[in-house]
């Protein structure tokens, strides 16, 4: 069974940069669509960027894009998100999440997802 553990998460000034990682084991991660989320304190879990297994399509939500990149690396079964230029809104705990290939087509329900990560804590602040 797919199991996905975050790590990369921490404390950061106002237009800093964090790279989190959501390493995956039992499985084949590349075989998966892959999404992050966030959850902010009083506020609902909110997808964040999301990539695909066919053809590596990437898609992010408003409030991150052009700040925030999605990647896979495949040889280490690993998927990152580098998160540049950040907020203090930004801070949250980020979820990487696994789901059933759905081809060229992005899902951003995080009902989608079957096999969700612990976690990362990820504070934005002076």
């Known amino acids: 069974q797919l199991q996905l553990v975050e790590s990369g998460g921490g404390l950061v000034q106002p237009g800093g940069s964090l790279r989190l990682s959501c390493a995956a084991s039992g499985s084949t991660l590349e075989t998966y669509a892959v999404g992050w989320f966030r959850q902010a304190p009083g506020k609902e879990r909110e997808g964040v960027a999301f990539?695909?297994?066919?053809?590596?399509?990437?898609y992010y939500e408003p409030p991150v894009k052009g700040r925030f990149t999605i990647s896979r690396d495949n040889a280490k079964n690993t998927v990152y998100l580098q998160m540049n230029s950040l907020k203090p809104e930004d801070t949250a705990v980020y979820f990487c999440a696994a789901g059933p290939s759905f081809g060229v087509v992005v899902s951003t329900d995080p009902r989608e997802y079957d096999y969700w990560g612990q976690g990362t804590q990820v504070t934005v602040s002076s």
């Open positions: 990539v695909t297994t066919d053809d590596g399509i990437t």
